[in-house]
């Protein structure tokens, strides 16, 4: 078998693995999801689900030996230990987004993020470094904020993340980006593992682990392949309009 058949294997046993005990051990855990006047479930949940696939995810990349900068690792981690204690504690808002900021401010010392948005062929709008920083943080808090949205209906948030990463994956193979194809793949199969449990009916959804550190890594493959010149940030708009499209809609319905 090759190598790195042989390794995306073992990721998804363990992600399938690790959501089966988690499923088992979420009441001891406190890290069960109470149905409320907005969910769409009816018993309680397992929201553990973000931890199985980010340490299977965690656990593949040290496999591969994919080479991370030191601001990348702590914010993807803040942004993990965040959703783990709000999954069990339920954090307020504030707490959240100071966090979510801090991890963004990580993201953008160590360079990721758009100084320039290629609207149309021959159109570039350039962002200075303060209104950079702030797109930055819009895109993060959004985008996490868009994949928390999903998360409560059976399939749809790793459904949604395998489609974004496969073409994310695809475009790493294209361009022969060890970076963008090892993480993206690594990511696929620990939500194919997920999704075992998740697929209707559901016995677990990811909770503010899943969704906060899911939509992190895909702001970063984002940035990252933007700044490589391998798509535009219009593309990337388009490969995470249905997460998008739905905050927005839940938005207009609440201030409606």
């Not at 990349?61 to 709000?86: E, H, K, Q, R, T």
């Not at 350039?126 to 999903?150: E, H, Q």
Request: aromatic share 18%.
């Amino acid at each position: 078998m090759d190598y790195n058949l042989y390794i995306l294997t073992i990721v998804f046993f363990i992600s399938l693995i690790l959501n089966k005990i988690l499923i088992n051990y979420s009441h001891k855990l406190k890290l069960i999801d109470k149905p409320n006047e907005r969910s769409l479930h009816q018993v309680e949940k397992s929201r553990a689900g973000g931890i199985a696939i980010f340490v299977s995810f965690i656990i593949g990349l040290i496999f591969f030996n994919v080479n991370l900068s030191f601001y990348l690792v702590l914010g993807f981690f803040i942004i993990f230990f965040l959703g783990i204690y709000d999954d069990i504690k339920n954090l307020s808002s504030k707490i959240k987004f100071f966090w979510i900021m801090v991890a963004a401010t990580f993201l953008y010392i160590d360079g990721y993020f758009i100084n320039s948005i290629g609207v149309f062929s021959k159109v570039d709008l350039i962002m200075p470094p303060s209104i950079a920083y702030l797109f930055l943080l819009f895109a993060v808090v959004g985008f996490i904020n868009a994949m928390n949205l999903i998360d409560g209906l059976d399939g749809l948030s790793s459904g949604i993340g395998i489609v974004i990463l496969i073409s994310f994956a695809y475009i790493g193979f294209k361009y022969n980006d060890n970076f963008l194809f090892y993480i993206s793949m690594t990511l696929i199969f620990s939500l194919c593992g997920f999704l075992v449990f998740n697929w209707y009916p559901s016995k677990i959804f990811m909770g503010d682990t899943g969704s906060l550190s899911l939509g992190f890594v895909i702001v970063v493959l984002s940035i990252y392949s933007i700044n490589s010149n391998y798509i535009s940030a219009v593309t990337v708009l388009l490969l995470a309009a249905v997460p998008i499209l739905d905050t927005l809609i839940v938005m207009f319905r609440r201030i409606s």
